[in-house]
Nanobody, 123 residues
């Protein structure tokens, strides 16, 4: 069973940078997508960026040109480099992995979330 652990959140001034990390443990038959989502107080959960196997990366319009998502070759670590942070980027950021488990046949789909890491941007 895949489990996720996020790190790297914190308090930063507007214009600053942070890098979030997400490490996964456990095995899987396949990983189809890894991504970062966020939820700000009073707002809906939203996609920040993701990497889809064979289909490239996607970014929310609000972070394009400022955030960069990347993963390692083993697909067990995911990163989000955040530059020029703005107060509206304040949120809890969640790591997500979707794929198929290797616990039986046929493989079953899974959708796993990390516990979240707080990012606070001060003005």
């Amino acid at each position: 069973q895949v489990q996720l652990a996020e790190s790297g959140g914190g308090l930063v001034q507007a214009g600053g940078s942070l890098t979030l990390s997400c490490t996964s443990s456990g095995s899987a038959f396949s990983i189809n997508a890894m991504g970062w989502y966020r939820q700000a107080p009073g707002k809906q959960h939203e996609l920040v960026a993701n990497i889809n196997s064979g289909a490239g990366t996607n970014y929310a319009d609000s972070v394009k040109g400022r955030f960069t998502i990347s993963q390692n070759d083993a697909k067990n670590a995911l990163y989000l480099q955040m530059r020029n942070l703005q107060t509206e980027d304040t949120a809890v950021y969640f790591c997500n992995v979707r794929g198929y488990s290797d616990g039986g046949w046929p493989p079953r789909p899974f959708d796993v979330w990390g516990q979240g890491t707080q990012v606070t941007v001060s003005s």
